[in-house]
């Protein structure tokens, strides 16, 4: 079974691209409980453009995508997702 890595290391990128004396956005820090089944998050974000995250639980952080066009209930509907740095669970 492999190890996961330790979460400081995945979020590199993500503390890279921010200043957090000027943001609000967490840092990383915070111990998350554990939980039995993986946590997900999607959230609209009114950025420089309008799009949407989703974010899914692996490794002890959420792997991120950013939806352009928003998510859609029908499954014929293409939606494209653009990864970007994983996040922090807090």
Do not use: C
Request: no cysteine.
């Amino acid at each position: 079974m492999r190890e996961p890595p330790i979460a400081g290391d995945i979020l590199s990128a993500y503390k890279n691209k921010r200043d957090f004396r000027s943001t609000r956005e967490p840092r990383g820090k915070t111990h998350v409980m554990p939980s039995k089944r993986p946590r997900f998050a999607i959230q609209k974000h009114d950025a420089t453009r309008l799009h949407y995250d989703l974010r899914l639980e692996l490794d002890g952080v959420f792997k991120s995508w950013a939806v352009t066009r928003g998510p859609s209930l029908d499954p014929r509907d293409k939606r494209l997702a653009i990864e970007v740095e994983d996040h922090p669970l807090d």
